[in-house]
């Protein structure tokens, strides 16, 4: 019986990866220098209907109807096998004549191994088309549901001036002073959450930028609560963030409280004045501020009443995780809503990046 002759260790490694490819259950092949084809997998043959005996030896720009002779492609694999390059995640479209264009993720890497002189090179490729349809068909169902939202938020928004208008026409017809300041009083807040809904109705991508959600928030309570601009004032200032539309309505909801609270009660009998909303957000620690430089709170803690709109953002405060300060601001009063989850030590730079990685995404700076 003659001897076997000696297998080169660079023919027992090629003969491997040649197996490796053969056996893959993904479409894979494995290419020479001058990107012959070496070896295709049976799930490649399967997959692009090609014959792996006849693809052997072929160029791969050569297989089927030349449908894979793409001119960007060629040049990623030629950098590729030079070793100047590797293709990560490289997204091409298969088209055939027949067929359906097929989306593909390719990935391809020069193989390093003993045999030097021979370089060769290992292409991955997998059909992405179904999984992009999909993605697809939920990126349209999210807008339309978006686009609804938006039509609901518009129409409920028109609801509520209705119901306003109907609150206003019969404080004007009672003769009860008591109860034409509650029907105003309703009107206001009716209003305003009129507003809150038209500006998150503009609000297509679920968030919402504060500082001019505020403004326009504000200029709504103006023009429906004052009166003599040149007397009273309302403005917003700080480094509003980013929030999302939910935190957004909560937020509002205070600050239009807060408002009314103090054109109402700090500038008694023809008194001028300014209210300032001020916002301060750093990620996840945030502070909101309504404050006034009107008569300011009663000295005695007796005679100071816990009304309907203190409740209203004590109860949201306490929804959004937040603290309420309510103090003198010299002169007027100052009430402070305050989320401060982190405790951030200016200093201390690498904490400072530690506690961003773990703040919640209630608010961020605006960009």
Same mark, same amino acid.
């Given at each position: 019986?003659?001897?076997?002759?000696?297998?080169?260790?660079?023919?027992?490694? +090629?003969?491997?990866?040649? /197996?490796?490819?053969?056996?893959?259950?993904? *479409?894979?092949?494995?290419?020479? $220098?001058?990107?012959?084809?070496?070896?295709? @997998?049976?799930?490649?043959?399967? /997959?692009?209907? %090609?014959?792996?005996?006849?693809?052997?030896?072929?160029?791969?720009?050569?297989?089927?109807?030349?449908?894979?002779?793409?001119?960007?492609? #060629? @040049?990623?694999?030629?950098?590729?096998?030079?070793?100047?390059?590797?293709? !990560?995640?490289?997204?091409?479209?298969?088209?055939?004549?027949?067929?359906?264009?097929?989306?593909?993720?390719?990935?391809?890497?020069?193989?390093?191994?003993?045999?030097?002189?021979?370089?060769?090179?290992?292409?991955?490729?997998? &059909?992405?088309?179904? /999984?992009?349809?999909?993605?697809?068909?939920?990126?349209?169902?999210?807008?339309?549901?978006?686009?609804?939202?938006?039509?609901?938020?518009?129409?409920?928004?028109?609801?509520?001036?209705?119901?306003?208008?109907?609150?206003?026409?019969?404080? #004007?017809?009672?003769?009860? !002073?008591?109860?034409?300041?509650?029907?105003? &009083?309703?009107?206001?807040?009716?209003?305003?959450?009129?507003?809150?809904?038209?500006?998150?109705? =503009?609000?297509?991508?679920?968030?919402?930028?504060?500082?001019?959600?505020?403004?326009?928030?504000?200029?709504?309570?103006?023009?429906?609560?004052?009166?003599?601009?040149?007397? +009273?004032?309302?403005?917003?200032?700080?480094?509003?963030?980013?929030?999302?539309?939910?935190?957004?309505?909560?937020? $509002?909801?205070?600050?239009?409280?807060? %408002?009314?609270?103090?054109?109402?009660?700090?500038? *008694?009998?023809?008194?001028?004045?300014?209210?300032?909303?001020?916002?301060?957000? #750093?990620?996840?620690?945030?502070?909101?501020?309504?404050?006034?430089?009107?008569?300011?709170?009663?000295?005695?803690?007796?005679?100071?009443?816990?009304?309907?709109?203190?409740?209203?953002?004590?109860?949201?405060? #306490?929804?959004?995780?937040?603290?309420?300060?309510? $103090?003198?601001?010299?002169?007027?009063?100052?009430?402070?809503?305050?989320?401060? *989850?982190?405790?951030? %030590?200016?200093?201390?730079?690498?904490?400072?990046?530690?506690?961003?990685?773990?703040?919640?995404?209630?608010?961020?700076? /605006? =960009?």
């Amino acid at each position: 019986m003659a001897a076997r002759s000696p297998i080169s260790t660079e023919e027992a490694g +090629l003969s491997l990866a040649m /197996a490796v490819v053969a056996s893959s259950p993904g *479409p894979l092949l494995l290419m020479d $220098g001058d990107l012959n084809i070496v070896a295709a @997998s049976a799930s490649f043959a399967r /997959a692009f209907e %090609v014959d792996t005996d006849s693809a052997t030896g072929q160029q791969l720009s050569s297989l089927g109807a030349g449908e894979w002779a793409m001119p960007q492609l #060629r @040049s990623l694999l030629d950098a590729t096998i030079s070793g100047a390059a590797k293709i !990560e995640a490289y997204e091409i479209d298969l088209r055939r004549a027949g067929r359906g264009t097929r989306r593909l993720v390719v990935h391809a890497e020069q193989l390093v191994y003993l045999d030097m002189e021979n370089r060769r090179l290992v292409m991955a490729v997998s &059909d992405v088309t179904d /999984a992009r349809a999909d993605e697809k068909i939920r990126d349209d169902v999210l807008q339309q549901n978006l686009v609804l939202l938006q039509e609901v938020r518009h129409r409920v928004a028109n609801s509520l001036q209705i119901i306003a208008s109907v609150l206003l026409q019969n404080a #004007r017809k009672t003769q009860s !002073e008591e109860t034409r300041g509650h029907l105003h &009083d309703a009107h206001h807040r009716v209003m305003s959450i009129a507003a809150l809904e038209r500006q998150l109705a =503009g609000s297509g991508d679920g968030v919402v930028d504060l500082s001019a959600y505020f403004k326009n928030l504000c200029d709504s309570i103006a023009a429906s609560m004052i009166g003599d601009s040149k007397r +009273l004032s309302l403005r917003v200032a700080g480094q509003c963030g980013v929030v999302d539309a939910r935190v957004s309505v909560s937020l $509002g909801l205070i600050v239009t409280e807060l %408002v009314i609270n103090a054109l109402k009660h700090a500038f *008694p009998e023809g008194r001028s004045g300014t209210i300032v909303v001020d916002c301060n957000f #750093r990620h996840a620690n945030w502070s909101l501020s309504v404050s006034d430089d009107g008569v300011g709170m009663p000295s005695d803690p007796a005679l100071i009443r816990i009304g309907l709109g203190t409740s209203i953002v004590e109860a949201l405060a #306490r929804q959004l995780e937040a603290s309420v300060e309510i $103090g003198p601001a010299r002169p007027g009063t100052r009430v402070v809503i305050a989320h401060t *989850p982190i405790a951030l %030590v200016e200093s201390d730079a690498e904490g400072e990046a530690e506690d961003d990685d773990r703040m919640s995404a209630i608010g961020r700076p /605006a =960009g």
